[in-house]
């Protein structure tokens, strides 16, 4: 039994080893210098890779969708919540690639105009302005899902939601 026991923990390493490098064969390279490979790969994919742009409507009890979903069971969300939160998540999805692929644009063209050396204060100007409005686009489009969907759920939902995520 204790010859075993140093037995177990080297398969569990190894196990962890090869799961953390299948998790990183997932990541696409990232051609622009200012975004890493998993930054680049969350954008590409409509993933959240900025957690902080939902958090003025969660801490105020606004969830995101895909969360709501995740629970649906537990929540007791009606045949007809389900559907239009659903559409929600789904159009917020659609949004964060669409973003994700201006971004990604915007940090590469960025990035050419420096590395040439191609760069003017208009055009710095014009790029460092469109990432703004590209960050702002996806950080609304982030809250009026959360908007959306708090006003779909009933008080008692959320707060069951709220438990369920956070069940200290």
Do not use: W
């Not at 200012?34 to 900025?50: S, W």
């Not at 958090?55 to 007791?76: C, R, S, T």
């Not at 191609?118 to 908007?147: H, P, V």
């Amino acid at each position: 039994m204790l010859r075993s026991i140093p037995l177990l923990f080297v398969v569990l390493f190894f196990c962890t080893v090869v799961k953390a490098q299948q998790a990183d064969s997932t990541l696409k390279k990232s051609p622009v210098k200012t975004l890493t490979d998993k930054q680049y790969t969350a954008l590409l994919n409509g993933e959240d890779v900025y957690n902080h742009m939902a958090l003025p409507a969660e801490i105020n009890h606004y969830p995101m969708p895909d969360q709501v979903i995740k629970f649906k069971k537990e929540l007791g969300l009606s045949p007809n919540q389900v559907i239009k939160i659903t559409a929600i998540a789904t159009e917020l999805h659609r949004k964060r690639v669409e973003m994700g692929g201006f971004i990604i644009t915007n940090e590469q063209t960025l990035d050419n105009l420096f590395r040439k050396q191609r760069l003017n204060n208009g055009d710095l100007i014009f790029y460092a302005t469109r990432s703004g409005l590209y960050y702002g686009e996806l950080r609304n489009a982030i809250l009026q899902a959360c908007l959306s969907t708090g006003d779909l759920l009933a008080p008692q939902q959320i707060k069951k939601l709220e438990t369920l995520q956070n069940p200290n």
